[in-house]
Structures are given as C-alpha cells and as structure tokens.
C-alpha cells in the first residue's frame, strides 16, 4: 500500500488519479458542513452519524492499512474515519449504499479466505492481501480518495486532527506564499495586474 520512496509528485499524481476514479465528487459546502459536524463529534464523543460503530470500525482498519502507523502517525491518529463520517452523512449520502455494498463484498471474501468477515479483526498482511486484490475497484478508489483527504485536508474538515498530515509532509499549515510563483502567476509579475 505504502511505497517510502514515492516522490510528492507521484503522490499527487496517485491522489488525483484515485479521485477522479472515485465514486464519490466531494463539494465544498459539504467539506465545510461535514468538518463542523466532524469536529462536534470528536469533541464531545457522541458517536457517528453516518456509519454505524461496525461500519466505522470497518472502514477505519481499510483507511489504517491505506495510510498505515509506523514510525510516523496515519489515519488513525488523524481522525480519518470522522472526516469519512461526516462527508459521507451530507451532501454525499448517494454514496454510502455503494460503500456498503464494496464492504459487504470484501468482508465475504474475507470470511470465505480467512474464517472472519470483520476486517478490523484480521492480521495487517491478510487485509493488504485483500485491498490489493480489489485496487483497481471504484469502492477501492473511494475509500483511498476519502482516507488521503481526511488524512491531508485542512484539520476544520473534520480528519487530519491535531494537524496530524500536515506534519507527516513537513506542512506547517502557512496559507501565503512568497515567490518564486508559479508560470500561472509570470503575467501578473510582469504586468503588476
């Protein structure tokens, strides 16, 4: 799943090749509306709105494996399954029956492969076994999509607590840039306009 040498160029590429093949267009008032409800949540522990508690524990073992611990924090240090929670209780609802549906599939598989059907109970290597069977799948592509962008967006979207990705890639959380700009930005440097 994770790939150390993977250059932030190759990450954006496989970020926005995940998204564009994800069943799931997050808008911004539905990131706005769902970091809101996301950070309520993890405040005052009341629980989830969209999944249930075996759904969330389901989809937090994938998003684990999908940004996984090790000597730095993953998706379960950045509160990934609020953010996946709460997107998923809004604007995009449309696309939790079909969540469902890829989970329900994959945990038949996993009882049928390894005697269990619940993912969060299997070994670390029998659930990569799994994911990597079914990476080329939409449920797949989704679920990457929300854990990266719950892992990375900014921390008021209801993921990334703590500032949690932001520190893996060295982000300081800093929303103004100084030069050198981009080619999109030579005409304006030129022309001050």
């Known amino acids: 799943m994770?790939?150390?040498?993977?250059?932030r160029r190759a990450f954006l590429r496989t970020v926005s090749d995940s998204a564009r093949r994800s069943l799931l267009v997050l808008s911004v008032p539905s990131l706005l509306m769902a970091g809101q409800q996301a950070r309520a949540a993890q405040n005052d522990a009341r629980g989830f709105v969209?999944?249930?508690p075996n759904e969330a524990a389901e989809f937090e073992a994938i998003a684990a494996r999908?940004?996984?611990s090790d000597e730095t924090p993953g998706a379960r240090e950045a509160g990934v399954i609020y953010f996946m929670?709460?997107?998923?209780?809004?604007?995009?609802?449309?696309t939790l029956p079909s969540l469902r549906k890829g989970l329900s599939d994959l945990q038949a598989v996993a009882n049928?492969?390894?005697g269990s059907s619940l993912l969060n109970t299997l070994s670390d290597?029998?659930?990569d076994t799994l994911?990597?069977?079914?990476?080329?799948?939409?449920?797949?592509?989704t679920m990457r999509y929300l854990t990266m962008a719950g892992m990375f967006a900014s921390p008021n979207k209801g993921g990334n607590r703590n500032r949690t990705g932001w520190q893996v890639v060295g982000f300081e959380g800093n929303h103004a840039w100084a030069p050198p700009f981009g080619h999109y930005d030579a005409e304006y440097m030129e022309t001050g306009e």
């Open 125 to 127: 290597t029998s659930l």
């Open 50 to 52: 969209a999944l249930n």
């Open 131 to 141: 994911l990597r069977e079914i990476e080329e799948s939409s449920f797949f592509a």
């Open 112 to 114: 049928t492969r390894f």
């Open 85 to 94: 929670d709460n997107v998923l209780d809004n604007e995009n609802a449309e």
């Open 66 to 68: 999908i940004m996984p």
């Open 2 to 7: 994770s790939d150390s040498n993977l250059s």
